[in-house]
C-alpha cells in the first residue's frame, strides 16, 4: 500500500481531554501524527496536523467524519496533501515583530513578504499586556524562507520603511544549523 497524506484540522470549545481524542482518532484510523499545531484561541482549542496512513485508511476517514464530530464536539476537516517539498535551494530566516497592538500589523508584514515571493513556514502571534502598563502589545514570529532570487537588502529596506511608519520594532535573523 502506498503512504498518503492529509492535514486534519479540528477546533471546538476548549475542554481536557482533546489531545487523546483527536490523536486517538487518528491512531485508530490507522494514522500517524508527523507534524502538528495546537492552540487555544479565545475560548476554542484548534488542532492543525499532518497525518499519514495507507491510502484505503485515508481515503475511509471521510465516511467517519460525522459520527466523529457528534462524540468529540468538534468541527473537523480532512485535506488530502502530499509529503512536503524540500526547501533546500531556499535561505531559512526568523522574523519577528513587537509593538504597541494595532490594526493591520499581520496584514503589513504579509503584504511585505508577498511582494518579495517569500513563503511563511511558520507564523505566530499574540497580543498580551505590557509587563508595567498593561497596554496591548503585539508579537509576531515568522520563519520564513528566501529563495535564490530574493534580495536580502531590500527586504531590509521594505521592512525597515514599515518599522519606522508603523513604530514596531522588526529583526530578521537567517536560522543558522542547529540554532534556532
Do not use: W
Not at 58 to 85: M, N, Y
Not at 116 to 144: C, R
Not at 154 to 166: P, T
Request: glycine content about 12%; proline content about 4%.
Amino acid at each position: 500500500m502506498s503512504k498518503a497524506f492529509a492535514v486534519i484540522s479540528a477546533i471546538g470549545t476548549d475542554r481536557v481531554g482533546i489531545v487523546d481524542e483527536i490523536s486517538g482518532f487518528v491512531t485508530d484510523s490507522g494514522g500517524n501524527v508527523e507534524e502538528s499545531k495546537m492552540a487555544v484561541l479565545g475560548g476554542d482549542f484548534s488542532v492543525m496536523m499532518l497525518v499519514s496512513m495507507d491510502s484505503k485508511s485515508l481515503e475511509a476517514l471521510p465516511a467517519r467524519i460525522k459520527e466523529v464530530e457528534s462524540k468529540l464536539g468538534l468541527k473537523i476537516g480532512i485535506t488530502p496533501t502530499g509529503q512536503a517539498a524540500s526547501r533546500a535551494d531556499g535561505r531559512p530566516y526568523k522574523l519577528e515583530t513587537v509593538s504597541l497592538d494595532g490594526r493591520g500589523i499581520l496584514h503589513a508584514v504579509g503584504a511585505i513578504l508577498h511582494r518579495h515571493g517569500i513563503n511563511i513556514e511558520q507564523l505566530e502571534t499574540s497580543t498580551e499586556g505590557a509587563p508595567l502598563t498593561g497596554a496591548p502589545l503585539f508579537s509576531l514570529k515568522a520563519s520564513i524562507i528566501l529563495g535564490p532570487g530574493i534580495h536580502v537588502a531590500a527586504l531590509r529596506r521594505e521592512l525597515e520603511e514599515l518599522e519606522e511608519a508603523r513604530e514596531l520594532d522588526i529583526s530578521l535573523s537567517p536560522i543558522l544549523p542547529g540554532r534556532e
